[in-house]
């Protein structure tokens, strides 16, 4: 499989301000990585695809401005939530993709007050 | 649109009870199947995986899984469960003209008392 981190595991922040969420493959070098929210008692929810090298695909009535997605190595994707708002609350989770099978990171709580 | 609908949102059993969680699949073609599982306060893990072969799969932690193509179903078992496997159950697919993409079910939150 594959080792996948996250950070921060959690973040506050005010609304109208930015949040930058990384997810690292620790042991794999990953062409694909993919983005998740997961609202409270939910399943997860596919926000993206993330390629490395080239731009993201989103899943439908995901904003791409308002997601920002940045995969410039074979090991790190960053999430940029921008203008957060409180309805952005949720816990966001990231995947590596090894052949045909996800690894899945920690998560990362965010609040927006 | 694929979608993974898994019956049980709750259940509660006691230590060496049976377990088994249903999933079913609604997609023609060729599936891959799934089943991760989620610890309080962890991240998800995999529990098993299916692509192809025998239809029974077996997993860690003494779980195991049977792909029946004609009922769309990939149900998960463990013949006695202990208090450690309270956690929630996420059953996944990813069907050929998804790509990569996992459809999860609605998960199912399994308490095993004591």
């Known amino acids: 499989g594959a080792v996948v981190s996250q950070h921060p595991s959690r973040v506050i922040c005010k609304s109208g301000t930015s949040v930058k969420i990384e997810c690292r493959s620790l042991?794999?070098?990953?062409?694909?990585m993919f983005w998740y929210r997961q609202f409270p008692k939910q399943s997860l929810m596919l926000m993206a695809t993330?390629?490395?090298?080239?731009?993201?695909?989103?899943e439908q009535g995901v904003e791409k401005d308002k997601f920002l997605i940045n995969h410039a190595s074979l090991t790190l994707s960053t999430l940029t939530v921008t203008s957060a708002h409180p309805e952005d609350s949720s816990f966001y989770i990231c995947?590596?993709?090894?052949?045909?099978?996800?690894?899945f990171g920690p998560g990362t709580r965010l609040t927006v007050l | 649109a694929q979608s993974v609908s898994q019956h049980n949102h709750h259940v509660i059993l006691s230590e060496a009870a049976s377990l088994e969680l249903g999933c079913n699949y609604s997609?023609?073609?060729?599936?891959?199947l799934f089943w991760y599982v989620q610890y309080p306060g962890q991240h998800l893990q995999l529990l098993l995986k299916?692509?192809?072969?025998?239809?029974l799969v077996k997993g860690i932690k003494g779980f195991e899984a049977e792909f029946i193509k004609s009922k769309f179903s990939f149900n998960l078992r463990k013949p006695s469960v202990q208090w450690s496997d309270t956690a929630e159950y996420f059953c996944?697919?990813?069907?050929?003209?998804?790509?990569?993409?996992?459809?999860f079910g609605g998960g199912t939150r399994v308490l095993v008392k004591p």
């Open positions: 042991d794999f070098q990953a062409t694909t």
């Open positions: 993330s390629n490395e090298g080239s731009k993201a695909t989103y």
């Open positions: 995947s590596v993709r090894v052949t045909d099978t996800q690894y």
């Open positions: 996944a697919v990813n069907a050929g003209a998804a790509g990569n993409k996992l459809t």
């Open positions: 997609y023609g073609g060729t599936v891959n």
């Open positions: 299916y692509f192809s072969g025998d239809p």
